[in-house]
C-alpha cells in the first residue's frame, strides 16, 4: 500500500487541525445556546448551579484538548458567552442588558454577569486549560520546564481551587428551623400561568389562621426580613411568605418579560391565596402586602374579595406616577439645601418621572434613605433594608445574590408598566376589613395619596395606623407594635373556629 504523499500528510494534518479548532469553537458555542434557553438569567436553583458547573468543566475540558492549545482557554468563555447574549437578547432587565457605569449598573453587572461567569466561564477556562494540557506532548527528557510554565500552572490550581469552593458554596442548601408540632417548610406554589412561585411556610400551629406576605418591590423577596423581624407571627398565624416573580425561590418564573405585568402579579397572588386555602382548609386568608405589592394587593382583593378574610397595606402604593413627582421635587428641594450641585443638575436634566426604565430612577432611588432621612434609635431594622436580612438559612448563596438581580431586573421591566394605576379611581371599594400601615416618617408625597384613598375608600371596615420612628418600612422597623396590631386584626375579624 502506498504511502501519503508529503502534500497529502500536510493536508490531512491541516485537516485534523481544522476539526479540532472546529470542536474548541462548537463545543462550548453549542453549550452556551442551550445554557441561553434553559437559563437566560442563569442559573437559579442549586441543581441549576452545579450543573452548570459540573457541564462547563466538561465542555472547557473537550474543547482545550481539541484545540491543543491554551488558546481554548480564551476561545470557550468568548464562544460560550456570544452564544447565551444571542440567545437571550429579547430579555429585558440591569442584570441582562448592557453594563451601565452607575452604582446600579455595576451591581447589576456583578450579580448578572459576574455571577454566572463564576458559574459557567470559570469552569470553561480551567476545563479548558486541563483538557490542553493532558492533549499536549510529552515533555523533554530533560524534564525542565520554563518558570512562566510553574507559574501558569500553579495559576489554573489555584483557579480551579476557586471553582471547588464556588462548588461547594452554591451546593449547601437552604434550610429552615424546625417548628415542634407546626409546620417549618421551604416549598414552591403554582401561581397563575403554571409559573413555580417559592413559598417559606412557619407557624406553631398548623391548624392556625394562614397570612400571606406579598413583598414590595416587583422581583423582590423579604423571606430574610420577615424570619428576622416577624417570627412573633408564627405564634398565631401559619405565616406563608412568597417570593415575587423572578425573586431569589421564584427566579425560573421570570422570563418571559413582557409576560410581566400587573395582571399576571395579580393571577399569581390569586392563585397562590386560593391553594394555600385549599391546602389548609381555609376559605379565606389574611393578606399582608407591602410598598409596591400593595398595589397588586388592592387589585387582587377586589377581584376575588372571597379569598381573603382581611387585608393589610403596608407602606400602601396608590398612585406611583404621583407618588414620584412628589418625591422627586422633594428630592430635588433636598439636593439644593444641602449643597448636592450635582444631583440638582441631574435631576433637573432628567425633568420629573414617569421614566422609562430603572436607570432613569437612579437618582431618586439612591438618594430616598438620605432625602428622607429620621432617627432610627431602637429600630429592628436600620438604613440597610433588604440587604441586611440576607444572612438567614432559608437562602442559599445564590439566592442570596439573587434577592437583588431580582429586585433589579423585575422593578425595570414592570415598573413603568404601572404606572398609570391609580387606586383612587380604580379601587374605591373592597369588600374585606382594610388596615392600612404607615410610618410617620414615610415619604410624605406617598402618605398624602394614601390618605386621599382612604378617605374615599368604601370596606366593611377601615382603619390607618401610623407607627412611630419609622418609615416606608415599618413593619420591619418596629415589629412589636405591628405584631400588636395583627393580633387585633386577628381577633376582630375571626370568623367560626378561629
Do not use: C
Not at 137 to 142: D, G, I, K, L, N
Not at 364 to 387: C, I, K, Q, S
Not at 435 to 442: K, R, S
Amino acid at each position: 500500500m502506498a504511502k501519503p504523499s508529503l502534500s497529502q500528510s500536510a493536508l490531512l494534518t491541516r485537516a485534523t487541525r481544522s476539526v479540532r479548532w472546529l470542536v474548541t469553537g462548537v463545543a462550548p458555542l453549542g453549550w452556551g445556546l442551550l445554557v441561553g434557553w434553559w437559563t437566560p438569567r442563569g442559573p437559579g436553583t442549586t441543581a441549576e448551579a452545579v450543573t452548570s458547573i459540573l457541564v462547563s468543566l466538561a465542555v472547557g475540558g473537550l474543547a482545550g484538548w481539541a484545540g491543543r492549545s491554551r488558546a481554548a482557554m480564551l476561545a470557550a468563555p468568548v464562544f460560550f458567552a456570544l452564544a447565551v447574549e444571542l440567545v437571550r437578547w429579547p430579555l429585558r432587565g440591569p442584570t441582562v442588558d448592557a453594563p451601565h457605569l452607575t452604582g446600579f449598573g455595576i451591581g447589576a453587572l456583578l450579580l448578572g454577569r459576574g455571577v454566572h461567569g463564576l458559574l459557567s466561564l470559570l469552569p470553561l477556562l480551567v476545563g479548558a486549560a486541563y483538557g490542553a494540557g493532558l492533549a499536549r506532548r510529552v515533555a523533554p527528557a530533560t524534564g525542565r520546564r520554563p518558570v512562566w510554565t510553574w507559574l501558569g500552572r500553579a495559576g489554573v490550581g489555584l483557579l480551579a481551587a476557586l471553582v471547588a469552593l464556588v462548588t461547594v458554596g452554591v451546593a449547601l442548601p437552604a434550610v429552615t428551623a424546625a417548628v415542634p408540632g407546626g409546620i417549618a417548610e421551604l416549598t414552591t406554589v403554582r401561581g397563575g400561568g403554571d409559573r413555580e412561585l417559592g413559598v417559606l411556610l412557619r407557624g406553631a400551629d398548623r391548624r392556625a389562621p394562614v397570612l400571606l406576605f406579598l413583598p414590595g418591590g416587583p422581583g423582590s423577596s423579604e423571606v430574610g426580613a420577615v424570619r428576622r423581624h416577624l417570627p412573633d407571627l408564627e405564634r398565631q398565624f401559619v405565616v406563608a411568605t412568597v417570593d415575587r416573580r423572578g425573586a431569589a425561590r421564584s427566579w425560573a418564573a421570570f422570563p418571559p418579560s413582557s409576560s410581566l405585568t400587573l395582571d399576571s402579579e395579580v393571577a399569581d397572588l390569586l392563585a397562590v391565596a386560593d391553594r394555600l386555602g385549599q391546602r389548609f382548609g381555609r376559605s379565606d386568608v389574611y393578606l399582608v402586602a407591602h410598598s409596591g405589592g400593595s398595589l397588586v394587593a388592592a387589585v387582587a382583593v377586589q377581584r376575588r374579595p372571597e379569598l381573603f378574610r382581611a387585608y393589610v397595606g403596608v407602606g400602601q402604593a396608590v398612585d406611583l406616577r404621583a407618588a414620584d413627582r412628589s418625591q422627586y421635587t422633594d428630592t430635588v428641594a433636598w439636593a439644593g439645601r444641602t449643597g448636592r450641585a450635582d444631583l440638582v443638575r441631574q435631576l433637573t436634566d432628567l425633568g420629573p418621572p414617569l421614566y422609562p426604565d430603572m436607570y432613569h430612577y437612579e437618582p431618586l432611588l439612591a438618594n430616598e434613605a438620605a432625602a428622607f432621612d429620621f432617627d432610627r434609635t431602637g429600630n429592628h431594622e436600620g438604613r440597610g433594608g433588604t440587604g441586611e436580612n440576607l444572612g438567614v438559612a432559608e437562602y442559599t448563596l445564590l439566592e442570596k445574590a439573587h434577592v437583588l438581580g431580582g429586585t433589579l431586573d423585575g422593578w425595570d421591566v414592570l415598573y413603568p408598566k404601572v404606572q398609570q394605576v391609580d387606586l383612587r379611581t380604580r379601587v374605591r371599594q373592597l369588600a374585606v376589613p382594610v388596615y392600612l400601615v404607615d410610618g410617620v416618617h414615610e415619604v410624605p408625597g406617598r402618605l398624602a395619596l394614601t390618605a386621599q384613598w382612604y378617605a374615599q375608600l368604601q370596606a366593611p371596615h377601615k382603619e390607618h395606623v401610623l407607627l412611630d420612628a419609622a418609615g416606608h418600612r415599618s413593619l420591619f422597623q418596629r415589629p412589636g407594635p405591628f405584631v400588636d396590631l395583627l393580633t387585633r386584626v386577628r381577633a376582630e375579624t375571626a370568623g367560626p373556629g378561629q
